[in-house]
């Protein structure tokens, strides 16, 4: 008689099409990890794809109601996940007066906190009680753009103003606040499970790349550093304090994780 089939670890990867997503996708399921991915497009590395419509979603409510259900189609009865990663979001800058300021607010909460919110909440529901959830903050921001340079060439984002970005630095404060409140008692996440936010300064990605050709990218950090931790944690080869906010460092090629 052959032995019973062990079950793969499940992990859902919010944004998993994206420039990050693709990477901790391909790190998990490497490790053996059945690996499900939401985001716009499918992810073909992935063990299987949860598209969102192209044109979005009229309300929070909806865009959530619509990843339940579909994860409930893909989740045998009773089984649940264990590790939940969003790395979906974007970047816009502008101050007060920008025409597009309100765009861009409505933009980078849809992004940054409805996905964390969506997220959540699937982790309320459907996350072990020894689960994983990790999202994505910000720690300090590169200011390498003309139109929004300060008197500084670094903002500390996780803790003072950004008003040559207002919209995104509205959505991350959200995000760094909602770590803390899920962390915490009678939020509704499951009682011995994990939430921590990662917080970079600048990812080494082709965009960024592209769009800051002349930037220093000594400080940049390499992807594979974060999917490294990311899936430390999620096999339990590290650890890392509930509602932790951890700041990405990058310096002469080593990285790393300082809490804020």
């Known amino acids: 008689m052959s032995p019973p089939a062990i079950a793969l670890k499940h992990a ?7 420039g990050l997503g693709v990477r901790v996708v391909a790190a998990l399921r490497a490790a053996d990890w059945r690996v499900t991915s939401v985001d716009f ?4 590395d992935a063990s299987e794809s949860l598209p969102l419509p192209a044109k979005g979603f009229d309300s929070l409510d909806a865009a959530g109601a619509h990843v339940d259900s579909e994860l409930r189609a893909v989740l045998a009865p009773d089984a649940k996940l264990d ?9 816009a800058g502008g101050n007060l007066l920008d025409d597009d300021l309100y765009k861009n607010i409505e933009l980078m909460i849809a992004q940054s906190v409805h996905s964390s919110a969506i997220t959540a909440k699937l982790a309320a529901k459907h996350l072990k009680d020894d689960g994983l959830l990790v999202l994505v903050g910000v720690s300090f921001i590169q200011i390498n753009c003309k139109a929004y340079i300060t008197k500084t060439t670094q903002a500390d984002a996780a803790k003072e103003a950004t008003p040559g970005m207002i ?3 509205l959505a991350k404060a959200a995000v760094h606040q909602l770590v803390k409140s899920v962390a915490a008692p009678g939020s509704g996440f499951p009682r011995n499970a994990t939430v921590t ?5 600048t990812l080494d990605t082709p965009m960024n790349r592209k769009f800051m050709p002349d930037a ?9 550093d974060l999917t490294a931790k990311i899936l430390a944690w999620a096999d339990k080869k590290d650890s890392v304090p509930s509602g932790s906010l951890l700041r990405v460092l990058t310096k002469g090629g080593k990285t790393d994780f300082v809490p804020l």
Request: hydrophobic share 45%; aromatic share 10%.
């Open 216 to 224: 220093d990218t000594s400080s940049w950090t390499p992807l594979e």
């Open 83 to 91: 590790a939940i990663v969003n790395v979906a979001g974007g970047w």
């Open 12 to 18: 859902l990867v919010y944004g998993g099409a994206g």
């Open 41 to 44: 497009r499918s992810n073909p």
């Open 167 to 169: 919209a995104y630095g």
């Open 197 to 201: 936010a990662l917080l970079p300064v």
